[in-house]
Protein backbone atom coordinates (compact mmCIF):
# COMPACT_ATOMS: atom_id res chain seq x y z
CA UNK A 1 0.00 0.00 0.00
CA UNK A 2 2.46 2.24 0.81
CA UNK A 3 4.11 2.38 -2.25
CA UNK A 4 0.67 3.42 -3.94
CA UNK A 5 -0.17 5.68 -1.42
CA UNK A 6 2.31 8.44 -2.67
CA UNK A 7 6.56 8.61 -2.93
CA UNK A 8 8.02 5.62 -3.34
CA UNK A 9 11.10 6.24 -0.47
CA UNK A 10 14.08 4.30 -0.33
CA UNK A 11 12.85 3.43 3.12
CA UNK A 12 9.16 2.19 1.40
CA UNK A 13 10.92 -0.15 -0.33
CA UNK A 14 14.15 -1.26 1.80
CA UNK A 15 13.29 -0.98 5.14
CA UNK A 16 16.22 -3.65 6.83
CA UNK A 17 18.74 -1.80 4.31
CA UNK A 18 17.05 1.86 5.55
CA UNK A 19 17.61 1.14 9.25
CA UNK A 20 21.09 -0.03 8.89
CA UNK A 21 21.69 3.02 7.76
CA UNK A 22 20.17 5.03 10.13
CA UNK A 23 21.94 3.35 13.17
CA UNK A 24 25.07 4.64 10.98
CA UNK A 25 23.84 7.70 11.13
CA UNK A 26 23.02 7.68 15.02
CA UNK A 27 26.45 5.90 15.56
CA UNK A 28 29.00 7.60 14.19
CA UNK A 29 27.76 11.47 15.07
CA UNK A 30 28.65 12.59 18.56
CA UNK A 31 26.60 15.45 20.05
CA UNK A 32 29.37 17.85 19.33
CA UNK A 33 29.26 17.53 15.53
CA UNK A 34 27.31 20.24 13.80
CA UNK A 35 23.74 18.89 12.38
CA UNK A 36 24.29 21.03 9.40
CA UNK A 37 27.51 19.36 8.74
CA UNK A 38 26.32 15.40 9.71
CA UNK A 39 23.09 16.24 7.86
CA UNK A 40 25.01 16.35 4.76
CA UNK A 41 26.82 12.98 5.05
CA UNK A 42 23.58 10.34 4.02
CA UNK A 43 23.25 10.44 0.43
CA UNK A 44 19.47 9.31 0.87
CA UNK A 45 18.91 12.58 2.66
CA UNK A 46 19.42 14.42 -0.57
CA UNK A 47 16.39 13.17 -2.51
CA UNK A 48 14.36 15.22 -4.43
CA UNK A 49 11.15 14.47 -3.00
CA UNK A 50 8.71 15.92 -5.56
CA UNK A 51 10.84 13.92 -8.60
CA UNK A 52 9.04 10.55 -7.37
CA UNK A 53 6.64 8.48 -8.13
CA UNK A 54 2.81 10.29 -7.72
CA UNK A 55 0.23 7.95 -7.46
CA UNK A 56 -3.44 8.87 -6.17
CA UNK A 57 -5.56 6.39 -4.40
CA UNK A 58 -8.51 6.67 -3.61
CA UNK A 59 -10.34 5.62 0.11
CA UNK A 60 -12.16 2.61 -1.47
CA UNK A 61 -9.05 1.70 -2.52
CA UNK A 62 -7.56 1.41 0.66
CA UNK A 63 -10.32 -0.07 2.06
CA UNK A 64 -10.19 -2.61 -0.23
CA UNK A 65 -6.25 -3.29 0.35
CA UNK A 66 -5.83 -6.29 3.00
CA UNK A 67 -2.69 -4.49 3.72
CA UNK A 68 -4.19 -1.21 4.51
CA UNK A 69 -5.28 -0.56 8.65
CA UNK A 70 -8.17 0.57 6.47
CA UNK A 71 -9.29 -2.58 5.00
CA UNK A 72 -12.28 -4.62 6.33
CA UNK A 73 -14.02 -7.64 4.88
CA UNK A 74 -16.97 -7.24 6.86
CA UNK A 75 -19.62 -4.47 6.43
CA UNK A 76 -20.96 -2.44 9.75
CA UNK A 77 -24.23 -4.64 9.38
CA UNK A 78 -22.15 -8.17 9.38
CA UNK A 79 -20.64 -6.62 12.98
CA UNK A 80 -23.79 -7.16 14.74
CA UNK A 81 -24.92 -3.43 15.64
CA UNK A 82 -28.04 -2.06 16.15
CA UNK A 83 -30.13 -0.76 13.35
CA UNK A 84 -30.16 2.69 15.31
CA UNK A 85 -26.39 2.87 15.70
CA UNK A 86 -26.10 1.53 11.85
CA UNK A 87 -28.24 4.21 10.80
CA UNK A 88 -26.00 7.06 12.87
CA UNK A 89 -22.88 5.51 11.32
CA UNK A 90 -24.44 6.23 7.86
CA UNK A 91 -25.38 9.96 8.91
CA UNK A 92 -21.64 9.87 9.42
CA UNK A 93 -21.03 8.66 6.27
CA UNK A 94 -18.73 6.15 7.09
CA UNK A 95 -19.00 2.82 4.64
CA UNK A 96 -16.84 0.82 5.65
CA UNK A 97 -15.47 -0.47 8.78
CA UNK A 98 -11.75 0.08 9.14
CA UNK A 99 -9.35 -2.66 10.48
CA UNK A 100 -9.34 -2.17 14.53
CA UNK A 101 -12.90 -1.44 13.87
CA UNK A 102 -13.94 -4.74 12.33
CA UNK A 103 -11.61 -6.75 14.79
CA UNK A 104 -12.13 -4.90 17.88
CA UNK A 105 -15.94 -4.52 17.65
CA UNK A 106 -17.21 -8.47 17.40
CA UNK A 107 -14.63 -9.02 20.61
CA UNK A 108 -15.89 -6.00 22.77
CA UNK A 109 -19.74 -7.00 21.44
CA UNK A 110 -19.35 -10.56 23.11
CA UNK A 111 -21.04 -11.13 25.97
CA UNK A 112 -19.57 -13.93 28.37
CA UNK A 113 -21.05 -17.53 27.38
CA UNK A 114 -19.82 -18.81 31.40
CA UNK A 115 -18.61 -16.76 34.11
CA UNK A 116 -15.16 -14.49 34.26
CA UNK A 117 -16.88 -12.55 36.97
CA UNK A 118 -19.75 -12.98 34.90
CA UNK A 119 -18.60 -9.79 32.43
CA UNK A 120 -17.45 -9.15 29.08
CA UNK A 121 -13.68 -9.21 28.77
CA UNK A 122 -11.20 -6.61 28.97
CA UNK A 123 -9.76 -5.03 25.81
CA UNK A 124 -6.19 -3.62 25.12
CA UNK A 125 -6.09 -2.62 21.59
CA UNK A 126 -3.27 -0.71 18.73
CA UNK A 127 -4.35 0.79 16.35
CA UNK A 128 -2.74 3.68 14.12
CA UNK A 129 -3.28 7.64 14.21
CA UNK A 130 -6.59 8.38 12.34
CA UNK A 131 -7.79 4.66 11.71
CA UNK A 132 -11.30 4.80 13.63
CA UNK A 133 -10.34 4.21 17.22
CA UNK A 134 -12.90 6.38 18.75
CA UNK A 135 -15.96 4.83 17.16
CA UNK A 136 -15.01 1.54 17.64
CA UNK A 137 -15.37 2.06 21.66
CA UNK A 138 -18.31 5.02 21.00
CA UNK A 139 -20.10 1.84 19.30
CA UNK A 140 -19.22 -0.66 22.06
CA UNK A 141 -20.48 1.77 24.77
CA UNK A 142 -23.80 2.22 22.60
CA UNK A 143 -24.32 -1.04 22.40
CA UNK A 144 -24.18 -1.84 26.23
CA UNK A 145 -26.33 1.21 27.69
CA UNK A 146 -29.31 0.13 29.33
CA UNK A 147 -31.30 3.23 27.88
CA UNK A 148 -34.29 2.68 30.40
CA UNK A 149 -31.45 3.58 33.17
CA UNK A 150 -30.67 7.49 33.34
CA UNK A 151 -27.72 6.63 35.35
CA UNK A 152 -24.25 6.60 34.40
CA UNK A 153 -23.09 3.39 32.66
CA UNK A 154 -20.05 4.71 30.42
CA UNK A 155 -17.06 6.70 31.61
CA UNK A 156 -14.83 7.94 28.83
CA UNK A 157 -11.39 8.98 30.19
CA UNK A 158 -9.47 11.65 27.60
CA UNK A 159 -6.13 13.39 28.11
CA UNK A 160 -7.09 16.97 26.98
CA UNK A 161 -10.21 18.85 27.61
CA UNK A 162 -10.34 19.43 23.80
CA UNK A 163 -10.21 15.50 23.25
CA UNK A 164 -12.67 14.98 25.86
CA UNK A 165 -15.29 17.55 23.66
CA UNK A 166 -14.33 15.86 20.03
CA UNK A 167 -14.81 12.20 21.76
CA UNK A 168 -18.54 13.47 23.01
CA UNK A 169 -19.23 15.04 19.70
CA UNK A 170 -18.57 11.79 17.93
CA UNK A 171 -20.50 9.46 20.72
CA UNK A 172 -23.65 11.93 19.96
CA UNK A 173 -24.10 11.68 16.42
CA UNK A 174 -23.08 7.83 16.25
CA UNK A 175 -25.90 7.69 19.05
CA UNK A 176 -28.24 10.43 17.39
CA UNK A 177 -30.68 7.69 16.35
CA UNK A 178 -31.15 6.60 20.37
CA UNK A 179 -32.37 8.46 22.92
CA UNK A 180 -28.95 8.05 24.87
CA UNK A 181 -28.04 10.84 27.38
CA UNK A 182 -24.13 12.57 27.31
CA UNK A 183 -22.22 14.61 30.20
CA UNK A 184 -18.59 16.10 30.34
CA UNK A 185 -16.26 15.73 33.71
CA UNK A 186 -13.99 17.75 32.85
CA UNK A 187 -12.89 21.30 34.56
CA UNK A 188 -15.77 23.83 34.48
CA UNK A 189 -18.57 21.56 32.98
CA UNK A 190 -20.01 20.54 36.13
CA UNK A 191 -22.35 23.14 38.27
CA UNK A 192 -21.17 23.11 41.90
CA UNK A 193 -23.80 21.12 43.83
CA UNK A 194 -25.47 19.50 40.90
CA UNK A 195 -25.77 15.72 40.04
CA UNK A 196 -25.06 14.64 36.38
CA UNK A 197 -27.70 12.56 35.07
CA UNK A 198 -26.34 11.51 32.06
CA UNK A 199 -25.83 7.55 30.79
CA UNK A 200 -22.58 8.32 29.03
CA UNK A 201 -19.51 10.81 30.68
CA UNK A 202 -16.82 11.64 29.51
CA UNK A 203 -14.05 13.11 31.38
CA UNK A 204 -10.49 14.15 32.55
CA UNK A 205 -9.09 11.79 34.93
CA UNK A 206 -8.92 15.05 37.72
CA UNK A 207 -12.53 16.15 37.28
CA UNK A 208 -14.05 12.81 37.47
CA UNK A 209 -12.29 11.90 40.19
CA UNK A 210 -12.99 14.96 41.99
CA UNK A 211 -16.84 14.83 40.48
CA UNK A 212 -17.20 11.01 41.98
CA UNK A 213 -15.91 12.11 45.21
CA UNK A 214 -18.29 15.05 45.93
CA UNK A 215 -20.94 12.75 44.61
CA UNK A 216 -21.85 14.56 41.67
CA UNK A 217 -21.08 11.35 39.72
CA UNK A 218 -22.88 7.95 40.46
CA UNK A 219 -20.28 5.26 39.64
CA UNK A 220 -22.05 2.28 41.11
CA UNK A 221 -23.62 1.20 37.36
CA UNK A 222 -20.83 2.05 35.34
CA UNK A 223 -20.33 -1.16 32.68
CA UNK A 224 -17.74 0.47 30.63
CA UNK A 225 -14.21 2.11 31.39
CA UNK A 226 -12.35 3.24 28.85
CA UNK A 227 -8.85 4.90 28.43
CA UNK A 228 -8.53 6.69 25.31
CA UNK A 229 -4.89 7.76 24.57
CA UNK A 230 -4.35 4.28 27.52
CA UNK A 231 -0.49 4.68 27.59
CA UNK A 232 -0.72 8.25 28.18
CA UNK A 233 -3.17 8.10 31.15
CA UNK A 234 -1.44 4.93 32.70
CA UNK A 235 1.91 6.93 32.62
CA UNK A 236 3.34 7.10 35.87
CA UNK A 237 5.08 10.37 34.74
CA UNK A 238 1.64 11.81 33.29
CA UNK A 239 -1.74 10.84 34.51
CA UNK A 240 -1.20 7.42 35.77
CA UNK A 241 -2.33 8.46 39.48
CA UNK A 242 -5.39 9.87 38.35
CA UNK A 243 -6.67 7.38 36.70
CA UNK A 244 -5.56 4.66 39.39
CA UNK A 245 -7.91 6.73 41.66
CA UNK A 246 -10.78 6.98 38.88
CA UNK A 247 -10.70 3.34 38.32
CA UNK A 248 -10.90 2.42 42.55
CA UNK A 249 -13.63 4.77 42.54
CA UNK A 250 -15.86 2.69 40.00
CA UNK A 251 -16.51 -0.07 41.92
CA UNK A 252 -19.04 -1.71 39.56
CA UNK A 253 -16.11 -3.29 37.88
CA UNK A 254 -16.88 -2.35 34.47
CA UNK A 255 -15.32 -3.88 31.27
CA UNK A 256 -12.50 -2.34 30.64
CA UNK A 257 -11.06 -0.77 27.35
CA UNK A 258 -7.65 0.71 26.58
CA UNK A 259 -7.06 2.20 23.06
CA UNK A 260 -4.20 4.36 21.73
CA UNK A 261 -1.68 4.17 18.76
CA UNK A 262 0.93 3.50 21.11
CA UNK A 263 1.87 1.29 24.15
CA UNK A 264 5.64 1.20 25.21
CA UNK A 265 6.94 -1.36 26.79
CA UNK A 266 6.94 0.27 29.90
CA UNK A 267 3.68 0.56 30.04
CA UNK A 268 2.39 -2.26 28.58
CA UNK A 269 2.78 -4.72 31.63
CA UNK A 270 0.89 -2.24 33.80
CA UNK A 271 -1.78 -1.67 31.39
CA UNK A 272 -2.41 -5.35 31.53
CA UNK A 273 -2.71 -5.25 34.98
CA UNK A 274 -5.27 -2.75 34.76
CA UNK A 275 -6.91 -4.42 32.20
CA UNK A 276 -6.30 -8.09 33.12
CA UNK A 277 -7.13 -11.16 31.20
CA UNK A 278 -8.30 -8.82 28.03
CA UNK A 279 -8.00 -9.44 24.76
CA UNK A 280 -5.42 -7.86 22.68
CA UNK A 281 -4.69 -6.42 19.43
CA UNK A 282 -0.96 -5.31 18.75
CA UNK A 283 0.90 -3.50 16.38
CA UNK A 284 4.66 -4.45 15.19
CA UNK A 285 7.12 -1.42 15.67
CA UNK A 286 7.75 -1.18 11.77
CA UNK A 287 3.74 -0.68 11.66
CA UNK A 288 2.88 1.88 13.62
CA UNK A 289 4.13 4.97 10.85
CA UNK A 290 0.77 5.96 8.68
CA UNK A 291 2.08 5.90 5.41
CA UNK A 292 -0.18 8.60 4.15
CA UNK A 293 1.85 11.26 5.94
CA UNK A 294 5.23 11.71 4.66
CA UNK A 295 7.94 13.32 6.73
CA UNK A 296 10.46 15.85 6.25
CA UNK A 297 13.11 17.22 8.02
CA UNK A 298 14.96 21.12 7.92
CA UNK A 299 18.39 22.07 8.81
CA UNK A 300 18.14 25.32 10.10
CA UNK A 301 21.25 27.22 11.43
CA UNK A 302 20.15 28.24 14.79
CA UNK A 303 16.87 29.65 17.32
CA UNK A 304 16.28 32.57 15.08
CA UNK A 305 16.84 30.96 11.44
CA UNK A 306 14.42 28.40 12.53
CA UNK A 307 11.78 31.45 13.10
CA UNK A 308 12.27 32.64 9.70
CA UNK A 309 12.27 28.95 8.24
CA UNK A 310 8.66 28.83 10.07
CA UNK A 311 7.39 31.81 8.67
CA UNK A 312 8.89 31.00 5.19
CA UNK A 313 6.78 27.96 5.08
CA UNK A 314 3.51 29.48 6.66
CA UNK A 315 3.97 32.05 2.96
CA UNK A 316 3.44 28.69 1.28
CA UNK A 317 0.65 27.18 3.43
CA UNK A 318 -2.06 28.59 1.37
CA UNK A 319 -4.77 25.67 1.34
CA UNK A 320 -5.70 23.16 4.95
CA UNK A 321 -4.43 24.44 8.13
CA UNK A 322 -1.28 23.51 10.10
CA UNK A 323 -0.32 22.54 13.62
CA UNK A 324 3.18 23.82 14.98
CA UNK A 325 4.10 21.67 18.30
CA UNK A 326 6.23 23.30 20.65
CA UNK A 327 7.90 22.31 23.81
CA UNK A 328 7.05 25.10 25.96
CA UNK A 329 4.42 27.21 26.61
CA UNK A 330 5.70 30.39 26.31
CA UNK A 331 7.18 29.49 23.28
CA UNK A 332 3.71 28.83 21.72
CA UNK A 333 2.56 32.31 22.60
CA UNK A 334 6.25 34.13 22.06
CA UNK A 335 5.91 32.59 18.35
CA UNK A 336 2.21 33.25 18.40
CA UNK A 337 3.22 36.89 19.21
CA UNK A 338 6.14 37.21 16.85
CA UNK A 339 4.12 35.91 13.78
CA UNK A 340 0.95 38.38 14.48
CA UNK A 341 3.14 41.04 14.88
CA UNK A 342 4.07 40.39 11.26
CA UNK A 343 0.83 40.20 9.99
CA UNK A 344 -0.13 36.25 9.97
CA UNK A 345 -2.73 35.14 11.38
CA UNK A 346 -2.22 32.62 13.87
CA UNK A 347 -3.15 31.04 17.54
CA UNK A 348 -1.72 29.75 20.48
CA UNK A 349 -3.17 26.99 22.46
CA UNK A 350 -1.57 25.38 26.07
CA UNK A 351 -2.91 24.45 29.18
CA UNK A 352 -2.45 27.30 31.03
CA UNK A 353 -4.89 29.45 29.18
CA UNK A 354 -8.81 29.42 30.53
CA UNK A 355 -10.45 26.63 29.78
CA UNK A 356 -13.08 29.07 27.89
CA UNK A 357 -10.07 30.51 25.51
CA UNK A 358 -8.84 26.95 24.75
CA UNK A 359 -12.59 25.60 23.72
CA UNK A 360 -12.54 29.52 21.92
CA UNK A 361 -9.35 28.56 20.13
CA UNK A 362 -9.94 25.05 19.39
CA UNK A 363 -13.64 25.53 18.19
CA UNK A 364 -12.37 28.78 15.71
CA UNK A 365 -9.70 26.24 14.79
CA UNK A 366 -11.92 23.20 14.13
CA UNK A 367 -14.34 25.57 12.08
CA UNK A 368 -11.03 26.50 9.55
CA UNK A 369 -11.54 30.27 11.08
CA UNK A 370 -8.10 29.86 12.05
CA UNK A 371 -5.49 28.19 9.62
CA UNK A 372 -2.17 27.69 12.16
CA UNK A 373 -2.56 26.84 15.69
CA UNK A 374 1.00 26.97 17.80
CA UNK A 375 0.58 24.60 20.72
CA UNK A 376 2.27 21.75 23.03
CA UNK A 377 2.10 18.57 23.53
CA UNK A 378 -1.58 19.38 25.53
CA UNK A 379 -3.37 18.01 21.81
CA UNK A 380 -0.47 16.07 20.45
CA UNK A 381 -2.86 13.55 20.93
CA UNK A 382 -6.45 12.18 19.39
CA UNK A 383 -7.83 15.76 17.80
CA UNK A 384 -9.15 15.08 14.46
CA UNK A 385 -9.36 17.75 12.17
CA UNK A 386 -9.15 16.57 8.64
CA UNK A 387 -8.32 19.74 6.92
CA UNK A 388 -5.04 19.68 8.81
CA UNK A 389 -2.30 18.75 5.95
CA UNK A 390 0.89 20.03 7.95
CA UNK A 391 2.46 19.43 11.44
CA UNK A 392 5.45 21.06 12.37
CA UNK A 393 7.80 19.81 15.22
CA UNK A 394 9.63 23.15 15.45
CA UNK A 395 10.74 21.93 18.88
CA UNK A 396 11.51 17.72 18.39
CA UNK A 397 9.33 15.71 21.12
CA UNK A 398 11.08 14.96 24.00
CA UNK A 399 9.86 13.08 27.66
CA UNK A 400 9.98 14.74 30.93
CA UNK A 401 13.14 13.60 31.67
CA UNK A 402 14.63 14.66 27.97
CA UNK A 403 14.81 11.10 26.15
CA UNK A 404 13.75 11.25 22.52
CA UNK A 405 9.77 10.86 22.84
CA UNK A 406 8.85 8.64 19.86
CA UNK A 407 5.59 8.06 20.76
CA UNK A 408 4.59 11.52 21.08
CA UNK A 409 5.96 11.96 17.62
CA UNK A 410 3.58 9.11 16.16
CA UNK A 411 1.11 11.05 17.73
CA UNK A 412 2.20 14.75 17.15
CA UNK A 413 2.28 13.82 12.81
CA UNK A 414 -0.67 11.88 13.23
CA UNK A 415 -2.91 15.13 13.84
CA UNK A 416 -2.49 15.04 10.00
CA UNK A 417 -2.95 12.02 7.41
CA UNK A 418 -6.40 11.26 9.23
CA UNK A 419 -8.23 8.17 7.99
CA UNK A 420 -6.55 7.45 4.46
CA UNK A 421 -5.93 11.08 4.02
CA UNK A 422 -2.04 12.65 3.27
CA UNK A 423 -0.11 14.73 5.07
CA UNK A 424 3.38 16.28 5.80
CA UNK A 425 5.34 15.98 8.81
CA UNK A 426 7.89 18.32 8.95
CA UNK A 427 10.90 18.59 11.76
CA UNK A 428 12.84 21.68 12.67
CA UNK A 429 16.42 20.28 13.58
CA UNK A 430 18.73 23.19 14.81
CA UNK A 431 21.16 22.39 16.86
CA UNK A 432 23.13 18.57 17.50
CA UNK A 433 20.53 17.29 20.50
CA UNK A 434 17.38 17.87 17.99
CA UNK A 435 19.40 16.37 15.53
CA UNK A 436 19.99 13.69 18.27
CA UNK A 437 16.73 13.22 19.14
CA UNK A 438 15.37 13.42 15.12
CA UNK A 439 17.87 9.98 14.82
CA UNK A 440 16.92 8.53 17.75
CA UNK A 441 12.95 8.76 16.30
CA UNK A 442 13.89 7.47 12.77
CA UNK A 443 15.40 3.96 14.68
CA UNK A 444 12.75 3.38 16.64
CA UNK A 445 9.91 4.29 14.36
CA UNK A 446 12.21 2.10 11.25
CA UNK A 447 11.10 5.00 9.08
CA UNK A 448 13.31 7.64 7.41
CA UNK A 449 12.96 11.23 7.62
CA UNK A 450 14.04 12.97 4.67
CA UNK A 451 15.95 16.54 4.20
CA UNK A 452 14.47 19.43 2.12
CA UNK A 453 17.12 22.27 1.90
CA UNK A 454 15.60 25.19 4.07
CA UNK A 455 17.30 27.34 1.06
CA UNK A 456 14.63 25.30 -1.42
CA UNK A 457 11.36 26.54 -0.58
CA UNK A 458 10.52 25.32 -4.02
CA UNK A 459 10.87 22.02 -3.33
CA UNK A 460 8.74 22.38 -0.19
CA UNK A 461 6.12 23.96 -2.37
CA UNK A 462 6.08 21.08 -4.35
CA UNK A 463 5.74 19.05 -1.59
CA UNK A 464 2.48 21.39 -0.54
CA UNK A 465 0.97 21.57 -3.70
CA UNK A 466 1.51 17.85 -4.45
CA UNK A 467 -0.41 17.11 -1.08
CA UNK A 468 -3.41 19.44 -2.03
CA UNK A 469 -3.24 18.28 -5.24
CA UNK A 470 -4.17 14.88 -4.02
N1 LIG B 1 -15.25 3.46 9.07
C1 LIG B 1 -14.99 4.72 8.81
N2 LIG B 1 -15.21 5.25 7.59
C2 LIG B 1 -14.90 6.54 7.31
N3 LIG B 1 -14.34 7.40 8.20
C3 LIG B 1 -14.10 6.92 9.44
C4 LIG B 1 -14.42 5.58 9.80
N4 LIG B 1 -14.06 5.41 11.10
C5 LIG B 1 -13.56 6.59 11.52
N5 LIG B 1 -13.59 7.50 10.52
C6 LIG B 1 -13.08 8.89 10.59
O1 LIG B 1 -11.68 8.81 10.69
C7 LIG B 1 -11.17 9.89 11.43
C8 LIG B 1 -10.19 9.39 12.47
O2 LIG B 1 -10.86 8.65 13.47
P1 LIG B 1 -10.43 8.70 15.00
O3 LIG B 1 -10.30 10.11 15.45
O4 LIG B 1 -11.32 7.81 15.75
O5 LIG B 1 -8.97 8.05 14.90
P2 LIG B 1 -8.09 7.40 16.05
O6 LIG B 1 -7.71 6.04 15.59
O7 LIG B 1 -8.76 7.52 17.36
O8 LIG B 1 -6.80 8.34 15.97
P3 LIG B 1 -5.79 8.85 17.13
O9 LIG B 1 -4.88 7.71 17.43
O10 LIG B 1 -5.08 9.99 16.48
O11 LIG B 1 -6.62 9.24 18.30
C9 LIG B 1 -12.39 10.60 12.01
O12 LIG B 1 -12.62 11.78 11.25
C10 LIG B 1 -13.52 9.63 11.83
O13 LIG B 1 -14.76 10.29 11.63
Known amino acids: MSQEQGWITEADAKPAENVTKLADRIGGLSTEQQPAEAAEAPASSQKQPQQELEVSVTLADQQADPNSPLYSARTFEELGLHENLLKGIYAMKFQKPSKIQERALPLLLQNPLHALNNRPRNMIAQSQSGTGKTAAFALAILSRINYDSPNPQAVVLSPSRELARQTMSVIQQMGQFTNVKTAFAIKDAIPKGEKVEAQVIVATPGALVDAVRKGQIYAKEVKVFVLDEADNMLDQHSMGDQSIKAKNLITSKPQILLFSATFPDVVRNFAAKFAPAANEIRLKQEELSVEGIKQFYMDCDNLEHKFK ?14 IIFVHRRDTADEIARRM ?7 VSLHGKQESSERDLTIDSFREGKTKVLITTNVIARGIDISQVNMVINYDMPKTASGEPDSETYLH ?17 IHDPESWKVMNAIEIALKKEIIKVETQDFDAMEAIIKKELKD
Open 309 to 322: VLVELYELMTVGQS
Open 340 to 346: TSEGHTV
Open 412 to 428: RIGRTGRFGRKGIAVNF
